[in-house]
């Protein structure tokens, strides 16, 4: 029987994928009490027993919501418990007996990954996402690409910036410290090789 020689590259990719399925995202994301709400994400807001309060609320570019009776509200950044409990502070302090506050992420905030990979789109950012996962999530390279001219683009402080990564650096010696941590609604282009 003849034998397939795969690079290495095929097996860092397997292994990511495998890592990254949608159900085992999803399971880390339950698990994940440390999870920091971003920009962009739909949050689910619900008081007991206030139904005037329920509200659904997306996180502003500037990290805030806004809240009936409280205004704005520092979101990006806390887990969901910190702002359970600054909400439920704030109400306490001013309005309401011993209320009883649930947060949820209705949405998760997303980066969207073009050019040479083989299924581009959007994908939702649950904890920290690196560019190498983001290209994983997408299904990895096609035979053209060219992973040593990644381009990220990023809105800083409405201005556009960019930054190159070069991922073959990491599928190739294992060196990581190319691998940028994405933001929400980054975009990432992986180019075509011209050979």
């Known amino acids: 029987m003849k034998k397939t020689y795969l690079p290495p590259i095929f097996g860092v990719l397997l292994f990511s994928l495998l890592c990254l399925s949608p159900a085992r995202i999803h399971a880390e994301q339950e698990r994940d009490v440390n999870y920091r709400i971003g920009v962009g994400d739909l949050l689910r807001i619900e008081v007991y027993d206030e139904p005037d309060l329920d509200k659904e609320v997306r996180v502003l570019t500037d990290g805030f919501i806004s809240f009936p009776l409280l205004g704005r509200i520092h979101a990006g950044g806390r887990t969901v418990d910190e702002l359970e409990k600054d909400i439920t502070r ?22 969207f990954v073009f050019g040479e990979v083989k299924n581009p789109g959007s994908f939702p950012i649950f904890g920290k996402l690196t560019v190498f996962e983001a290209i994983t ?29 070069d991922i073959e650096k990491l599928t190739k010696n294992g060196d990581s410290s190319q691998d940028r941590e994405l933001r929400a609604n980054d975009r990432v282009i992986v180019p075509r090789s011209f050979f």
Not at 137 to 158: Q, Y
């Open 90 to 111: 704030r109400l306490g302090e001013k309005y309401l007996v011993s209320p009883q506050v649930t947060v949820f992420v209705k949405e998760f905030s997303s980066v």
């Open 137 to 165: 999530r997408a299904g990895g390279f096609t035979p053209v690409a060219n992973p040593s001219k990644v381009k990220v683009i990023r809105e800083e402080n409405g201005h556009e910036v960019t930054f190159e990564v």
